[in-house]
């Protein structure tokens, strides 16, 4: 059976909770930087804690993007997917769906749950 040592996945994992700067809600899954950003994004929240890797619940790793509030909608429309970017380097870093879409509207704010995102033992 394949394994990877905690530190492997904890490596990447770091990388999200260093440098993960915003958080967007998308109308779909973005795969580059700017459509996370600008062409899929309905609202941004730039006030994110993504705590350090620690155990995945079925194996492997994870970090958890603290529950947001307060985020800003930029535009009308369902949300559907979140994306983490590092605005800095203007990267994409990890996108994945909402646990349920949202509908949301230009000028008011928006919310998520925690999300916990990571990485799966090999098979």
């Known amino acids: ?23 967007d809600i998308c109308s779909q899954e973005p795969t580059t930087y700017a459509e996370a950003t600008t062409t899929y ?3 941004n929240a730039t006030s994110i804690s993504i705590d350090a890797p620690s155990d995945r619940t079925g194996g492997g790793r994870k970090v958890t993007l603290a529950a947001v509030s307060g985020g800003s909608v930029s535009a009308t429309g369902s949300a559907t997917h979140y994306a983490l970017t590092d ?3 203007t990267r994409l870093l ?3 769906s909402l646990t349920s879409p949202q509908s949301v509207t230009a000028n008011n704010t928006f919310a998520t749950a925690a999300l916990d995102i990571g990485i799966p033992d090999p098979a």
Request: without cysteine; glycine residues 10%.
């Open 94 to 96: 990890a996108t994945g």
């Open 1 to 23: 059976m394949a394994t990877l040592a905690d530190r492997v996945y904890d490596s990447g994992l770091t990388i999200l909770d260093l440098e993960a700067s915003r958080l």
């Open 41 to 43: 994004t309905l609202g």
């Open 87 to 89: 605005v800095s380097n």
